[in-house]
């Protein structure tokens, strides 16, 4: 570790998933490998031809963009249209009204993470993650020297958050817990009653909660998509959120960081300074992006939105049967929304296979498939997939992992 502005530095030490992904892609062979790379790694499904998005969205922004009304700067809290927009949008799934000047647009949901810690910093604190989470959360809070504790999801329980980890972990200078629903990278829906409770034991704890819901409404199990802010007369509740993944336009970076508080805790005229002095200094996305977003929130594209889900419950389907047959893998938990799922690795039936890491190198060399090892996304030997591809490169890639397997089991299993 080094001393970093007068604190401890431990940025260094911590997993990202691109850099994990861009030392798996370097080990891919391609002298002795012929095989095409299929990647299983990224939440970017738009490099698939079956995901694209509606024409609503592609319409707006080239009306925007063609009127010439939008060359210039935007406030650095958003336009104010944008922001109406967002607020209403937002608002038809709440039990209260959200106005414009509780949104603040984001250049993707990244962007709102990084404000969020940046807005909690404060010598001594410490915040609540998700294990395993999205590393882009410890990364963040690094920077800020913000303490990360985390608390565990079971995965037998469907990765329902362990309330009484969450009050075993939290004191007087917890800042702030992180619900991620839908959940990447478990693809859990949460139900009513659960976010209930989670929201009683904010309140109980005298802390905040971070929502990010970035992958809000992308659900195709049994459960329905329930936003944290439904519980925002209960506990403070900041929603994070973007166009990225419902309207596969992740390279728009649209997001956005809403303060849902009927109870008016963000509207102290010091916290409400605080937060658009510190959107002063960021750069948020092009203005015209932000000018098409009522349009797009406006016009919802339902056949669209259903031909998604259609796509992303098939290949939960595919990923969800193919991995029975392949033993030394596991789903504790069919995945109900988002793009993303946990399986669990069994290192006692392969032979040379040491660890999730090891494991993900060697399939990119000898197979050229990417896959994420567990331990980027804080679960060691476990391993992340995600399943937002088109449905021949899904099964090709699960084929060969089955190969992998083959070639690597203990000899007993192999008879």
Not at 117 to 145: C, D, K, T, V, W
Not at 295 to 317: A, G, M, R, Y
Request: one cysteine or more; glycine letters at 6%.
């Amino acid at each position: 570790m080094e001393i970093s502005n007068g604190g401890i530095d431990n940025t260094g030490s911590i997993i990202t998933i691109k850099g994990m992904l861009s030392l798996l892609m370097q080990s891919v062979d391609d002298e002795k490998n012929e095989k095409k790379v299929i990647s299983l790694a990224m939440g970017d499904p738009t490099v698939h031809s079956c995901f694209h998005t509606t024409h609503v969205a592609t319409e707006a922004v080239a009306e925007a963009l063609l009127s010439e009304k939008f060359n210039g700067y935007a406030p650095t809290v958003g336009l104010p249209l944008t922001r109406r927009a967002i607020a209403e949008y937002l608002s038809r799934d709440l039990p209260y009204k959200l106005t414009p000047d509780d949104v603040f647009v984001t250049s993707g949901c990244t962007q709102a993470i990084d404000v969020a810690m940046a807005l909690l910093s404060r010598p001594g604190a410490n915040i609540l993650l998700p294990r395993p989470g999205f590393p882009i959360y410890e990364l963040s809070a690094a920077f800020r020297h913000i303490e990360v504790r985390h608390f565990d999801l079971l995965p037998d329980k469907g990765w329902e958050v362990d309330l009484d980890d969450i009050e075993s972990l939290a004191d007087q200078n917890t800042v702030a817990l992180v619900i991620i629903n839908p959940g990447n990278p478990c693809g859990n829906v949460y139900s009513y009653q659960h976010l209930q409770k989670i929201a009683e034991t904010a309140n109980k704890l005298k802390t905040l909660v971070i929502a990010d819901e970035v992958y809000g409404h992308l659900v195709f199990g049994d459960k329905p998509f329930v936003p944290m802010g439904v519980f925002g007369s209960t506990v403070p509740i900041l929603i994070l959120g973007s166009l990225s993944k419902r309207w596969i336009v992740p390279g728009w970076r649209l997001g956005w960081f809403v303060t849902a508080d009927p109870c008016g805790m963000f509207r102290k005229p010091k916290v409400v300074e605080r937060m658009k002095k510190y959107f002063d200094i960021l750069g948020g996305p092009a203005t015209f992006i932000q000018a098409a977003v009522p349009s797009i929130l406006q016009q919802p594209d339902e056949v669209f939105f259903k031909k998604t889900l259609n796509l992303l419950k098939q290949s939960v389907d595919i990923c969800y049967n193919k991995i029975k047959e392949i033993p030394c893998i596991s789903c504790p938990h069919k995945p109900e929304g988002s793009m993303a799922v946990m399986l669990k690795l069994n290192l006692s039936l392969l032979d040379d296979i040491s660890d999730d890491i090891d494991f993900c190198f060697k399939l990119a060399k000898e197979e050229s498939v990417i896959i994420l090892p567990g331990t980027a996304v804080g679960l060691k030997n476990w391993l992340r997939v995600t399943f937002a591809v088109d449905p021949y490169s899904l099964e090709e890639c699960l084929d060969r992992i089955k190969s992998f397997y083959q070639r690597h089991a203990k000899q007993l299993q192999r008879y």
